[in-house]
């Protein structure tokens, strides 16, 4: 039977990522009109969460329901996986047992070894490394909002992080520009941007990378496992809060995205995320409209194999 796993965006070519975000409105629209669409009926998800989350549980599970199917949720408490059990092992008997696993982790190797071992699809729901269905969800976002995201100029201002990456990846894929703009120190990986066929530029002025920029993204500054660091993060990252001065360096029009949850008065002024420019909403929603699209896709390239 033939797999495909989606453990980062890389995973499709563009012309499938442009077919997912098409198809997530698709699907947001037929969810609007109340229309029954329950192609997975008889589907089971397992989702394995190392790391908690609210908007990664509920859009999965929410729909997997919509689209006919059933969830699973496992914690850390509620399986083997890192507690003795080769993650091997865990993979090979869920994988006899669901017909998608969606897992949230730290390390990313943790997926790339489940995925070795899965008879079924398996989905990056976050790691260390990078966030893909997110970045489903943005753009989907842009696309509704500002039509097709090629040519056009994104700031991400802030950490270098898993987001950060993922975001570099799509402007590899669909053809955009990303300028990073981050303390010294705080670069994204150097893998991911050498791998950006040009596409990337590494600033360190937030009101510089947001000059003329069609859409303006940040995360916070310290993510899950970072509590420690949160302080000295705070103090390297004052310069790079977008506020009310650089989102107006950014185009007329342009759009403010955060993959929530935010933290006001830190990574984004209360202004600009409850401001006109933000579509964090909208995004936020995609999530679960751009995971059904991906479910969708991943289990008929199964079934079809």
Partial sequence: MKRRHFLTLDDLSPTELQRLIARA?????????????????????????????????????VGMAQLGGHALFLSPRDTQLGRGEPIEDTARVLSRMVDVVMIRTFAHETLERFAAHSRVPVINGLSDDVHPCQLLADLQTFQEHRGSIQGRTVAWIGDGNNMCHSWINAARLLDFQLRVACPPGYEPAKRFVDAADGHVDILHDAHASATGADLLVTDVWASMGQEEEQARRAAAFAAFQIDDQVMAQASPDALFMHCLPAHRGEEVAAAVIDGPHSVVWDEAENRLHAQKALLEFLLEVSLRG
């Fill in 25 to 61: 409105s698709e699907l947001k629209a037929i969810q609007r009109r109340g229309d029954r669409h329950t192609p997975l009926q008889g589907k089971t998800l397992g989702m394995i969460f190392e790391k908690a989350s609210t908007r990664t549980r509920v859009s999965f599970e």
